[in-house]
């Protein structure tokens, strides 16, 4: 499947995504761009959605930088990575684009999501910022492409935030952690939200574990 045909939401990002797509190298069928391994090692004190990082204290402060909580701003990223650029240059590390995985959405979308979340995070990385590969899934059936990009042993980011509430959605993303270990032998996974003691089992061979709170104040959809 090419980036042509897997691109429904399109619609929604429009070309912009052409000025950057076609100079990544990617991996497999789909085209997922390719994301070098993060070197990061000293964990940071906090995690801060980037529509939150607007002062120059801030962009500067001990922080991981993410977009799990705001659409909108993954929408803006997918359409212009470097317009953050100076938000998170500073940042210890930035985690990768965090588009919608539902299982309601056709298996196109998903992956049109995957090429957009390694594909922004490439370009950052390009211009010297660190970035974390998040990893992402709706069900076992996103696992041909959900981990393709990643290097192994390397750190990776996840979120339970909206996906563990629900026992269905719950039992779906404990499966998938199991999954992400087992294909990717992480060196170190960043959990952004509440863990489960089944993901707590999986992540037990894992070499660290950084586990960071959702804060209730950041909202979903709301402007950035």
């Not at 391994?37 to 964990?43: A, D, F, H, K, Q």
């Not at 529509?51 to 997918?78: E, F, G, M, P």
């Not at 996103?142 to 026992?167: K, M, N, Q, T």
Request: charged share 20%; with cysteine.
């Amino acid at each position: 499947m090419t980036l042509a045909t897997a691109a429904p939401s399109q619609l929604l990002l429009g070309p912009d995504i052409w000025s950057w797509y076609f100079s990544l190298s990617t991996v497999g069928d789909e085209g997922i761009p390719i994301l070098r391994g993060s070197t990061i090692s000293v964990r940071p004190q906090t995690m801060t959605p980037l529509q939150n990082v607007r002062t120059t204290s801030l962009r500067s402060s001990d922080t991981l930088i993410h977009v799990y909580t705001n659409d909108k701003v993954n929408v803006r990223l997918a359409k212009n990575p470097l317009r953050y650029f100076d938000r998170v240059s500073t940042s210890p590390a930035f985690v990768s684009p965090d588009l919608s995985m539902y299982r309601i959405l056709p298996r196109s979308m998903r992956v049109f999501h995957t090429i957009v979340n390694r594909g922004v995070g490439a370009v950052l990385q390009s211009r010297g910022v660190e970035v974390i590969p998040n990893v992402a899934w709706s069900s076992p059936k996103d696992y041909d492409f959900c981990f393709l990009g990643i290097e192994s042993r390397s750190a990776v980011a996840i979120s339970s935030h909206g996906r563990i509430r629900d026992p269905e959605d719950r039992y779906y993303f404990e499966h998938g952690v199991v999954e992400l270990v087992e294909r990717l032998s992480p060196r170190l996974v960043i959990l952004y939200g509440a863990s489960t003691r089944g993901v707590d089992r999986s992540l037990k061979s894992v070499n660290e574990v950084w586990k960071y709170p959702c804060h209730q104040s950041e909202v979903r959809n709301s402007d950035g």
